[in-house]
């Protein structure tokens, strides 16, 4: 596999749009995309993935770059193949700038189904000043040949994103993997992508939503769809692996929420999520 | 003052909405408002209260009642007076239904402003199974004499809101308010109504912002401006008060996230959110 660079990776190539001409430049945009394959867990395609598609779209429509509050609402389920994103700037100051983005596919009837709609809130991380006063600490992730590897498993079984991404698991933290679970609702790993591509803060959007759900550990199987996520992207990351938290407190009444917080090579907390998800199946 | 109860209080005259006819039933609605200056801290209106105003326009559009997950993009300040609230159902299932809407003011100069952006789920809490496995743990919050009340302020200088809300600071967590702060980025306290209401779902989206920002343990000062809160409701209160539990973990260039708990009486944690702010001065 040839080494991926931000602009020219697996990843970059999955999330190119092509903006339909004239839109209304400043204010709306309309992009033709077209949904991977390669990123998909069984017939769904991963939400983190997702989020990343409609992040480069609303930052080609924006006055300002980089995410820095997004969130998405996952309507009905994406299938590969093409899709078409609006976007609409909302308002946009000196710092910030907000927009909404919806993604739109023809489903087997030939009729526009809406699969997500995003609301987000962009401005420039290089712009921001260099302080930091963080009382969060960096997980303590075992080094990665101690950890548990998406490559270990059998090809033959392993989903589609699997190819795409380097995880390697704390092995602290999957026990579900062999029929034990911990009982903490903690997950925690080594986030990368499989061609070596450095982060940006669009790798940070999949990355929020790329590890097992921290659910399995208490328990759950099976699909735990997002109803909502909302990722806050704090810092551009450094060059080399992040290291991904997860973390469930509250399963109640067929819901839960998991936090994630991605750190960078340089301990840095690069970004913050939640997510709102349902639990199909327990124990 | 008139005891309050949900449907009778000041919050529910304050949050009161008049829909315009004939609207679009189940698709949009158009709603006038008037954003009371009782719920004010300064010239600003409260971003929780403005929460609830359309989560109530919402819950008056969607198919379904209740507000399992919103998230706000504040745009611009709101100021008392009158307000138009626009709804939109963008989609909705048997069990959730998912919508957007804006809150418009008429600024200065005869333009009409947008204030706020609103994007959430909502779904039916009485219709949710009775099981919970929550790790998280009520936060230990003194008995309401051991506490720093609002009431015990000079009133002449205490915020507009002040006089709406019942709220009792942990003294451990108001270090900032003799101009120590603690350090730690935590705040913990009771919430009520001053007039006693019960809370009910729409409260809970008040009591997510109602306290002063955690961030004050940490030397931050002055305005704390919300650019984006995200709350989830995950169950419907039960009567008596509420404890809201604030903790800040990243300040880091200008900004922070704040994550809010909230349980009731009966130990439920009931509210989740956690928002991203802007740091105007710090120390």
Redesign the interface.
């Known amino acids: 596999m040839a080494q991926g660079t931000i602009g020219n990776s697996e990843f970059d190539r999955d999330t190119a749009l092509t903006r339909r001409e004239p839109g209304t430049p400043g204010t709306s945009a309309v992009f033709d995309a077209d949904l991977s394959a390669g990123w998909t867990i069984g017939h769904a395609v991963n939400g983190g993935y997702l989020l990343a598609l409609l992040g480069r779209a609303l930052g080609g429509t924006l006055r300002h770059p980089d995410p ?2 997004i ?1 998405a ?1 996952y ?2 389920a994406s299938a590969p193949g093409p899709a078409v994103i609006r976007t609409e700037q ?2 946009a100051s000196r710092s ?1 700038s ?1 927009g ?1 983005a919806t993604l739109l596919q023809v489903d087997e009837h030939g009729a526009e189904v ?1 699969r997500i ?1 995003v ?3 962009y401005g420039e ?1 290089d712009a ?9 600490k960096p997980p303590a992730v075992p080094p990665h040949e101690r950890c548990l590897s998406s490559k270990d498993g059998d090809p033959a079984t392993a989903p589609e994103i699997a190819g795409r991404l380097d995880i390697r698991l704390d092995p602290a933290t999957a026990g579900w993997a062999i029929g034990a679970p911990g009982g ?2 903690e997950m925690r790993g080594w986030f990368g992508l499989a061609d070596g591509r450095d982060p940006d803060p669009l790798a940070l959007l999949l990355a929020v939503d790329a590890l097992p759900p921290a659910a399995f550990e ?1 328990g759950v199987t099976g699909w735990v769809p997002t ?2 996520l ?1 990722a ?1 992207i ?2 551009r990351p450094a060059p080399g692996p992040l290291r991904v938290s997860l973390s469930t ?7 839960l ?1 998991e936090d994630a917080e991605v750190w960078d090579s340089q301990d840095r ?1 690069v970004a ?1 999520s ?1 997510q ?1 998800a349902r639990v199909m199946r327990t124990f």
């Open positions: 820095f509050t969130t609402h309507l009905s909302i308002r910030l907000t909404q809406e709609r609301l987000a809130t991380l921001l000043p260099e302080d930091v006063r963080t009382t969060a903490q609702g208490l109803i909502e909302t806050h704090r810092s407190r509250n399963l109640a009444g067929g819901y929420e907390l913050q939640r709102l």
